[in-house]
């Protein structure tokens, strides 16, 4: 089993450093030391760490290093925007980029998660059982549980029974009542809390990726969008194969750090759980 990491992003509304790399205990470990554990524990051997160029090193000597003591560890590159004909100032091309860039080095069953989530060693849990049986699937959460106040790009998973039939990029937040909401380019609709939405956590199958490579070129051959999503990908993919992806409701909750102030919430939410033994301090020794 293979989880396929997700890290480069620029985290553009993350103040002072990336925020994968921010730790989030004294021991200097980052949400991805904890998602790679839980993986580690379902039965994951090895990762696959998506970075850019420049960041490469950077995560070797915060991250890289201590999670090699249990993991074999690989790194894909993301390629430059430049190399698409997008000039020197444009960023990263987006989850859906990151992931072809990775996904040719797997030839096994995989999970996909991101750098700077925290999924819960359940949900993960759910997304290496459904890999290890040779399914595809996506893990959600209740939009609620992901949204504060400022908005956020979120994927609303739309189904049919337990089967996903797409995901809707769009971006959520609250009015000045507290409503949740997603709005894109044409509409607001308010939404109810348990809504669910796509945080990046897949369980995958390596063939996946010739039609992750047609989605990505028909995203260059648009209007040259900002963006190349990974949910529009595994949305084009149900479309052209028709294949089952199967909707999974998270048994655990999901933390993340959009913002430098959400810091402190999920520094002492693992620390809980570290104190009642759930984790270890060190968690890779």
């Known amino acids: ?17 990336r925020k994968q790399l ?21 039965g994951v051997e090895e990762a696959v760490i998506v970075v850019s160029r420049e960041g490469r090193q950077a995560f070797d000597e915060a991250v890289g290093r201590r999670l090699s003591r249990r993991l074999r560890l690989r790194y894909a590159e993301q390629t430059s925007p430049v190399a698409y004909g997008f000039d020197q100032t444009h960023p990263p091309l987006g989850t859906g980029h990151a992931f072809l860039c990775g996904v040719g080095q797997i030839k096994t069953p995989f999970v996909v998660l991101n750098a700077d989530d925290y999924y819960g060693r359940a949900a993960i849990g759910q997304a290496v059982a459904c890999a290890k049986g040779g399914g ?6 209740p939009a609620g549980q992901t949204v504060k ?4 790009h979120r ?7 337990r089967r996903l039939t797409g995901i809707c990029e769009c971006v959520f937040a609250r009015d000045g009542a507290g409503k949740l909401y997603a709005e894109d380019a044409t509409c607001r609709k308010y939404l109810p809390e348990n809504t669910p939405v796509n945080m990046n956590l897949y369980a995958m199958q390596p063939e996946v990726r010739p039609a992750a490579a047609t989605s990505f070129a028909a995203f260059l051959q648009r209007d040259k969008e900002s ?8 949305t084009d993919f149900v479309g052209r194969t028709h294949q089952i992806v199967h909707h999974i409701r998270a048994k655990s909750r999901w933390l993340g750090i959009t913002y ?6 999920v520094r002492r939410y693992l620390a809980k759980l570290r104190q009642s033994g759930v984790y270890p301090m060190d968690l890779w020794r």
Do not use: H, N, W
């Not at 595809?136 to 959460?141: K, Q, T």
């Not at 994927?155 to 029974?161: K, Q």
């Not at 430098?260 to 919430?265: H, K, L, P, Q, S």
């Open 155 to 161: 994927g609303i998973c739309l189904t049919e029974g």
């Open 149 to 152: 106040q400022e908005p956020v």
């Open 1 to 17: 089993m293979v989880a396929l990491v997700l890290a480069g992003g620029l985290g553009k509304r993350f103040a002072g450093g």
């Open 136 to 141: 595809y699937g996506v893990v959600s959460y």
């Open 22 to 42: 921010t730790a989030m205990d004294d021991l200097g470990q980052t949400l991805v030391d904890y998602a790679l554990y839980d993986a580690y524990l379902a």
């Open 227 to 234: 963006e190349c999503y990974l949910g529009d990908i595994v």
């Open 260 to 265: 430098r102030e959400d810091v402190g919430a």
